[in-house]
């Protein structure tokens, strides 16, 4: 049974800074291309950033500078280093493992930045 948890979101003041971190069971994250998405009240859901089985990483405009995604495949686990928050990056916080014929999300989890 594949298994995708989050873990690190929570209430931080603007400016700060959040990591986040999926870990996962019954797959291989260096397999799959892997990224963190996020889905705010009212909105759809966007992909924030992506790292590829290979590593090559992209990232939304909204937080390119800000945010680093990153692998650990020893630990089988991808973070997101969130910094300079603001409160537009309030979401819900989902991490997705793709591939061809497989799809997997996490639970998710909440981030806060109050105005």
């Known amino acids: 049974q594949v298994q995708l948890v989050e873990s690190g979101g929570g209430l931080v003041q603007p400016g700060g800074s959040l990591r986040l971190s999926c870990a996962a069971s019954g797959i291989s994250f260096s397999d799959y291309t892997t990224g963190w998405y996020r889905q705010a009240p009212g909105k759809q859901r966007e992909l924030v950033a992506g790292i590829t089985s290979s590593a090559s990483t992209n990232y939304a405009d909204s937080v390119k500078g800000r945010f680093t995604i990153s692998r650990d495949n020893a630990k089988n686990t991808i973070f997101l280093q969130m910094n300079s928050l603001k409160p537009e990056d309030t979401a819900v916080y989902y991490c997705?493992?793709?591939?061809?014929?497989?799809?997997?999300w996490g639970q998710g989890t909440q981030v806060t930045v109050p105005s």
């Open positions: 997705r493992a793709q591939r061809i014929l497989r799809n997997y």
